[in-house]
């Protein structure tokens, strides 16, 4: 499989908004608006989150899910709000072709098992929202996993979630950088890669891509299949805003 680049939209509302550390959303554009873009610029993948559903305890916003759809192309992602299979399915129905469970895996962890035997482990992403913390007995690998968008902690272990969600029947694994998230200084370099080096299945880095090099060490260094971009692409709070061929000719330059 060839490195991919994948758009993260955090939706709230049927709009994009950006964040640092999962607070202070500011709006972008509505989300159909930016994956017409993005897939004009040639973007691999689109990944959208529902970014409050899972808080707020209802279903993901699936308009949304059909208006992105209806303007993109390329494959899409969604996640947010994904209680049981049939929240899956339903997001399939309304035009995803993957799926992303967070929190709710976290709560019932046979939905993964689920989702995979239903629809494919190929549409199921764990996606794992994970911060640096102690080394512990508990936690030896130094990473703890959150959900409902970072504002609950769970005391489980990143590296050991990662390993039983592969088991489980996840296709793909997203390992998101609280620490990072936003920061536009790189990646969490580390547990990304000893993610990809503990499963086998692809591994997407997210949380962090402010510069183009930063995409080439989570490929080069972390050994990650994919890597979300969002801030880089459109964040106000950035002075330049790249554009995807920008980021596709320095990947080339540098031999990804």
């Given at each position: ?16 908004t950006?964040a ?27 990944i ?35 209680r ?46 994970v ?71 692809p ?37 330049k ?16």
């Amino acid at each position: 499989m060839k490195k991919r680049l994948i758009v993260c939209f955090d939706v709230i509302g049927g709009n994009v908004t950006k964040a640092k550390k999962f607070q202070d959303n500011i709006y972008v554009a509505p989300a159909a608006e930016m994956a017409k873009r993005m897939a004009e610029e040639g973007i691999d993948e689109v990944i959208f989150f529902d970014v409050t559903a899972s808080a707020e305890r209802r279903m993901i916003d699936l308009d949304t899910v059909r208006a992105v759809k209806e303007h993109t192309t390329v494959p899409f992602i969604v996640g947010g709000g994904l209680r049981n299979l049939d929240d899956m399915k339903a997001a399939i129905e309304a035009g995803a072709d993957k799926v992303s469970v967070d929190s709710m895996a976290v709560r019932n962890p046979d939905i993964i098992a689920e989702g995979a035997k239903e629809l494919g482990s190929a549409r199921i992403v764990l996606s794992m929202q994970v911060q640096r913390v102690e080394k512990t007995e508990k936690i030896p690998s130094g990473y703890e996993i959150a959900i409902d968008g970072a504002r609950t902690f769970t005391g489980m272990d990143a590296l050991e979630w990662a390993k039983r969600g592969a088991e489980l029947g996840a296709g793909e694994i997203c390992v998101n950088s609280i620490d990072n998230d936003g920061g536009c200084e790189g990646f969490d370099l580390e547990i990304t890669k000893a993610v990809a080096d503990a499963v086998n299945i692809p591994v997407i880095a997210s949380g962090g891509a402010g510069l183009p090099c930063h995409i080439i060490d989570a490929f080069t260094k972390a050994n990650a299949d994919a890597a979300i971009i969002s801030s880089m692409l459109y964040s106000p709070r950035l002075e330049k805003n790249f554009t995807v061929p920008e980021i596709r000719e320095a990947l080339r330059a540098a031999g990804v």
